[in-house]
């Protein structure tokens, strides 16, 4: 049942990012569980309804590039994106190896640059490589921006979406991210500009932040290890353990809207039961609407 102004969205992507998982397991600065924290993430994500076409990770998979660091994060979201039907797409980030990251997740000899494109449901979700072999700044090379032209030279029926690790755009609340900055990004705008590119994903930044970048909204969402303090006090950067979470993005034929989702679900204050959703679809539309916005209403006691 419709209950607004809009219909269902075509697609649902869920945006994931930064799980930074280590070889053994072990804890991520003698503190922060990767791995549960990975656990915790897809726990919440099976609760979002309707469940995501596809699954996107923008890099920073494993924070060493150890080969069990992949292993254990293909064992743990493999089955799941499997269990609710979802497409995987794997980004590189500056913590990844290309070696290693091809070699667990494709079963892949090819260590070159790991850009793919991906096929859902009429939607193209490309996944670009703007690693840096032995370094954290970011860069695409002009093979790859040629490359990225000739696949969006053909549009998709529903459009584009890029998956990077290193945002484009400004980063006023974390000047010491600029320093590892995605480079040249005049040259992604001129190949971009113009095509059915609909939106950026990327990550890279452990907080949250929207952006435009060549007349494309740009959405990084937070990491799901620990995240940076955007207002510290007396720090250049403060890497915090709260705040994680992922982002939902919900396509429409003219719009994506994105929505932040925390891992963790706080003190609930006031609730309305599931149960309603069911009598809801019992009644007509003009009383579903009368019971949800009316002051009087019981609903809203």
Known sequence: ???????????????????????????????????????????????????????????????RAEPDAYDRLRSIVEPFAARIGATLVWTMGNHDERAPFAKALFDSDDAGCQDRVHEVDGLRIVALDTSVPGYHHGELLPEQLAWLADVLATPAEHGTLLAMHHPPLPLPMIRAAELIELHDQQALADVITGTDVRGILAGHLHLPTW??????????????????????????????????????????????????????????????????????????????RELASSKTSPFND
């Open 1 to 63: 049942m419709q209950l607004g102004q809009y219909a269902a969205p075509r697609h649902v992507v869920a945006h994931l990012s930064d799980p930074h998982l280590i070889g053994g397991g072990a804890l991520h600065y003698g503190v922060i569980d990767n791995d549960a924290n990975l656990h915790r993430t897809l726990d919440r994500l099976a609760a979002v309804q309707p469940a995501p076409h596809a699954i996107v990770f923008t890099g920073d998979l494993a924070d």
């Open 211 to 288: 952006s435009t970048f060549a007349g494309v909204p740009v959405s990084v969402t937070a990491a799901s290890c620990y995240t940076i303090d955007p207002a510290p006090v007396d720090r250049f950067v403060s890497g915090v353990d709260a705040g994680q979470g992922f982002t939902m993005v919900h396509t429409y034929d003219d719009r994506l809207v994105h929505t932040q989702v925390l891992l963790e679900r706080g003190t609930e204050v006031s609730h309305v039961g599931s149960d309603i959703a069911e009598a809801l679809e019992g009644v007509p539309l003009e009383q579903a």
